[in-house]
């Protein structure tokens, strides 16, 4: 039996922008579900061969967005952030500052398990790592 990555749930206020921002670095909708009395949405976006589900209920549209320190409070426990693998990650952070998802102030950090990234934030405040990795090729 063997075993791999299928997807990641996010738990979203505004499913829409959400998905514009995902779809922005990437990801394309395989699949949506939509309660009929509107309580919630999901869509399914893929991104190679890995997955996001973002769950949007109707309750959660007007909370505030995440209040969280870069990598999402790494001290604390729980899931973290997501990580996208890039070949080039200074070119990476071009685009996403031309795409208006990294500022000026976007550094890129080379980190202590010898790897080099840089985190953007979602329309929720979540972050999302972008990561040049090559220690196992």
Not at 9 to 15: G, K, M, P, T
Not at 128 to 135: I, L, N, Y
């Amino acid at each position: 039996m063997s075993y791999r990555m299928h997807h990641t749930a996010i738990s979203v206020r505004n499913l829409e922008e959400s998905q514009r921002f995902y779809e922005t670095i990437g990801f394309e909708q395989v699949h949506r579900y939509d309660e009929v009395d509107g309580s919630l949405s999901i869509v399914h976006i893929k991104l190679d061969n890995s997955f996001l589900e973002l769950f949007a209920y109707s309750e959660n549209r007007l909370k505030p967005s995440l209040k969280l320190e870069p990598g999402n409070n790494l001290g604390e426990l729980g899931v973290k952030h997501i990580a996208l693998a890039t070949d080039d990650i200074e070119a990476t952070l071009v685009d996403m500052r031309r795409k208006g998802l990294a500022s000026d102030a976007t550094t890129i950090i080379h980190g202590r398990t010898k790897v080099s990234y840089f985190f953007i934030k979602d329309p929720d405040g979540m972050w999302v790592e972008f990561v040049h990795d090559e220690r196992y090729a």
